[in-house]
Nanobody, 117 residues
Framework: QVQLVESGGGLVQPVGSLRLSCAASGSIFSMNAMGWYRRAPGKERELVAEISRFGSTNYADSVKGRFTISRDNAKNTVYLQMNSLISEDTAVYYC???????????WGQGTLVTVSS
């Protein structure tokens, strides 16, 4: 089974930066799309950013120009660089990945990002 381990969350001041990482391990033949989602207090989980195996990216409007998603296919790792953070970015951030074998879809355990003075 494929597992995802996230790291990098924490407390950061407004306009500060944070970098999240998510490493996949297990029996992976092909890692396809990977992405970051978040769930803010009292809100539904939403897509933050996603990246295809070829590097195509998609971002939520709320983070465009501030966040950058990237991946290292050799390491089966996806990153989220978060800049110019605002209080509205406070949420639990989850990594998601899908691929082969068996068209698996797995989620990480989540990492808390708190933006506060």
């Amino acid at each position: 089974q494929v597992q995802l381990v996230e790291s990098g969350g924490g407390l950061v001041q407004p306009v500060g930066s944070l970098r999240l990482s998510c490493a996949a391990s297990g029996s992976i033949f092909s890692m396809n799309a990977m992405g970051w989602y978040r769930r803010a207090p009292g809100k539904e989980r939403e897509l933050v950013a996603e990246i295809s195996r070829f590097g195509s990216t998609n971002y939520a409007d709320s983070v465009k120009g501030r966040f950058t998603i990237s991946r290292d296919n050799a390491k089966n790792t996806v990153y989220l660089q978060m800049n110019s953070l605002i209080s509205e970015d406070t949420a639990v951030y989850y990594c998601k990945a899908n691929g082969l074998p068996g068209n698996f879809q797995v989620w990480g355990q989540g990492t808390l990002v708190t933006v506060s003075s």
